[in-house]
């Protein structure tokens, strides 16, 4: 016996290897298409690269591990399925349990190990990865400003339509948003042509724009002014702008201050952030409800007015009581004290839904990291038994099945992750729900395999529906 398991554990191992390659250099191509953008364009070297698809890798093995647990057992157990290996099995005593011992202590080891890497290794290489990516944005390609796009460049953010020329220094239709004191978009410069001056050894770019307007939005104080939007307007023939570009590639890449994010934390720091964020979020709705009540008047009517101070059997509304003057007055003041509440609650329901999508999304990236190891343990008692019924092993039908099954398995997790993020499921459910639909799948495949049964018994299917052809044809027969 001790053979045999030999035998079926390096049958898995050498498949599961190689599928865990490929599909991990799929998804590695997959992520240099997706950060093409940031990675193009900013001098940077190959360590860099190198050192960036390093620290995102981790994060692709919640995708890639499950896949390839579910493809290779279906690989495995097909081919041993296709070459008759099972019924040399089956004749000499051994069931697809037993055959399944050793590979079933293997998959449980491979998810304790997919427990602790999703707890340890991820969380630090997200940390890796989105502090790489913050340095990587900062840098600056060699030519300063890019066409098609807005550049932010010091207190300007500069659009170009074409840039011509052998070093591409002449710009065509130029935008040019200059930034206030206070970070506000007041002026706006535009020009037909433009024209970049400097060299390799100078700091300074300077941008000698011609034939175009200067427009400048004038401040009000006086809110009904505001409206008419006044602003000056300039022409000018040549315009020069002085761009200091000294700091544009000086960024350090060991850079790492940026913590805030759910995926960085391991189980003990998620669970402290759920509770301290589930503390200061009833707070904060505690206390913006004492708020409201103070604001509506009600507690100090209740302290101050008793039951013998109240009007009775009055039919005339209130407002008879005054003049029309002092009428229009309050029913000013309490529609502004209504407005200025419906403004108040709108703000802080989309301040609370924000915050409760961040606590969902903490509480799901708790339940993730137990997700793994259990789902590469269910999809393994799917994958192994579905080989075994559908007897072909290969890259051909095993691939095909194997992916149908995960990208369901995977949608399930993706929408009801977005609905729990929003509160529409609990974060529990959402994130235990695709490997809880594949629980019973699994045992479901486990017992037809066992007991030597198709993938779907088309017979018990057929059978009524033949004896009612049957029927049918003698009836005729008989009538005629």
């Given at each position: 016996?001790?053979?045999?398991?030999?035998?079926?554990?390096?049958?898995?191992?050498?498949?599961?290897?190689?599928?865990?390659?490929?599909?991990?250099?799929?998804?590695?191509?997959?992520?240099?298409?997706?950060?093409?953008?940031?990675?193009?364009?900013?001098?940077?070297?190959?360590?860099?690269?190198?050192?960036?698809?390093?620290?995102?890798?981790?994060?692709?093995?919640?995708?890639?591990?499950?896949?390839?647990?579910?493809?290779?057992?279906?690989?495995?157990?097909?081919?041993?399925?296709?070459?008759?290996e099972f019924a040399a099995m089956k004749?000499?005593?051994?069931?697809?349990?037993?055959?399944m011992r050793s590979l079933t202590v293997?998959?449980?080891?491979?998810?304790?190990?997919?427990?602790?890497?999703?707890?340890?290794?991820?969380?630090?290489?997200?940390?890796?990865?989105?502090?790489?990516?913050?340095?990587?944005?900062?840098?600056?390609?060699?030519?300063?400003?890019?066409?098609?796009?807005?550049?932010?460049?010091?207190?300007?953010?500069?659009?170009?339509?074409?840039?011509?020329?052998?070093?591409?220094?002449?710009?065509?239709?130029?935008?040019?948003?200059?930034?206030?004191?206070?970070?506000?978009?007041?002026?706006?410069?535009?020009?037909?042509?433009?024209?970049?001056?400097?060299?390799?050894?100078?700091?300074?770019?300077?941008?000698?724009?011609?034939?175009?307007?200067?427009?400048?939005?004038?401040?009000?104080?006086?809110?009904?002014?505001?409206?008419?939007?006044?602003?000056?307007?300039?022409?000018?023939?040549?315009?020069?702008?002085?761009?200091?570009?000294?700091?544009?590639?000086?960024?350090?890449?060991?850079?790492?201050?940026?913590?805030?994010?759910?995926?960085?934390?391991?189980?003990?720091?998620?669970?402290?952030?759920?509770?301290?964020?589930?503390?200061?979020?009833?707070q904060e709705l505690n206390k913006f409800?004492?708020?409201?009540?103070?604001?509506?008047?009600?507690?100090?009517?209740?302290?101050?007015?008793?039951?013998?101070?109240?009007?009775?059997?009055?039919?005339?509304?209130?407002?008879?009581?005054?003049?029309?003057?002092?009428?229009?007055?309050?029913?000013?003041?309490?529609?502004?004290?209504?407005?200025?509440?419906?403004?108040?609650?709108?703000?802080?329901?989309?301040?609370?839904?924000?915050?409760?999508?961040?606590?969902?999304?903490?509480?799901?990236?708790?339940?993730?990291?137990?997700?793994?190891?259990?789902?590469?343990?269910?999809?393994?008692?799917?994958?192994?038994?579905?080989?075994?019924?559908?007897?072909?092993?290969?890259?051909?039908?095993?691939?095909?099945?194997?992916?149908?099954?995960?990208?369901?398995?995977?949608?399930?997790?993706?929408?009801?992750?977005?609905?729990?993020?929003?509160?529409?499921?609990?974060?529990?459910?959402?994130?235990?729900?695709?490997?809880?639909?594949?629980?019973?799948?699994?045992?479901?495949?486990?017992?037809?395999?066992?007991?030597?049964?198709?993938?779907?018994?088309?017979?018990?299917?057929?059978?009524?529906?033949?004896?009612?052809?049957?029927?049918?044809?003698?009836?005729?027969?008989?009538?005629?």
């Open positions: 016996m001790r053979i045999l398991d030999r035998y079926i554990l390096v049958s898995y191992l050498k498949t599961f290897l190689v599928v865990f390659i490929i599909l991990m250099f799929i998804f590695v191509l997959q992520t240099i298409w997706l950060y093409i953008g940031e990675l193009a364009g900013k001098d940077i070297d190959a360590g860099i690269i190198l050192k960036f698809l390093l620290y995102f890798s981790p994060k692709l093995v919640p995708l890639v591990l499950p896949l390839t647990i579910l493809l290779t057992s279906i690989m495995t157990f097909g081919s041993f399925a296709e070459n008759y004749s000499a005593g051994i069931s697809l349990q037993r055959a293997f998959i449980i080891f491979i998810s304790l190990v997919a427990f602790f890497f999703s707890n340890n290794v991820i969380p630090a290489a997200e940390f890796k990865s989105i502090n790489l990516r913050k340095n990587i944005a900062q840098l600056k390609p060699t030519m300063a400003i890019s066409e098609g796009v807005f550049n932010d460049i010091q207190d300007f953010n500069i659009k170009v339509d074409e840039k011509t020329g052998d070093n591409d220094q002449y710009l065509k239709n130029v935008i040019i948003h200059q930034k206030s004191a206070r970070s506000e978009n007041l002026t706006v410069i535009k020009a037909t042509e433009g024209e970049l001056v400097g060299s390799t050894d100078s700091e300074v770019l300077s941008l000698i724009l011609k034939d175009g307007n200067y427009y400048d939005e004038i401040p009000q104080k006086d809110p009904s002014k505001r409206d008419n939007k006044p602003f000056t307007k300039s022409y000018f023939k040549e315009y020069i702008i002085n761009i200091d570009i000294s700091n544009f590639n000086n960024v350090d890449m060991d850079d790492e201050n940026y913590r805030n994010s759910q995926n960085m934390l391991k189980i003990g720091e998620l669970s402290q952030s759920i509770d301290s964020f589930s503390t200061s979020y009833n409800a004492d708020v409201i009540y103070s604001r509506t008047g009600a507690s100090y009517f209740a302290s101050n007015y008793k039951a013998k101070d109240s009007i009775t059997n009055f039919d005339e509304s209130i407002l008879e009581l005054y003049d029309n003057k002092d009428a229009l007055q309050i029913v000013d003041l309490s529609l502004g004290t209504v407005n200025a509440a419906l403004s108040s609650v709108s703000i802080k329901k989309q301040e609370f839904q924000n915050s409760t999508r961040q606590l969902n999304k903490f509480e799901i990236a708790l339940h993730e990291k137990y997700v793994l190891g259990v789902a590469c343990i269910i999809l393994f008692f799917v994958g192994a038994p579905l080989g075994a019924i559908i007897r072909k092993g290969g890259m051909g039908l095993p691939m095909v099945v194997a992916i149908l099954i995960f990208l369901t398995y995977h949608f399930i997790g993706i929408f009801a992750k977005n609905s729990a993020e929003d509160g529409s499921m609990s974060p529990f459910l959402a994130s235990w729900l695709s490997t809880l639909i594949m629980l019973p799948l699994g045992i479901f495949f486990t017992y037809r395999a066992t007991t030597d049964q198709g993938l779907l018994a088309f017979g018990n299917f057929m059978a009524p529906i033949n004896k009612l052809i049957k029927k049918l044809f003698r009836s005729k027969s008989e009538t005629k």
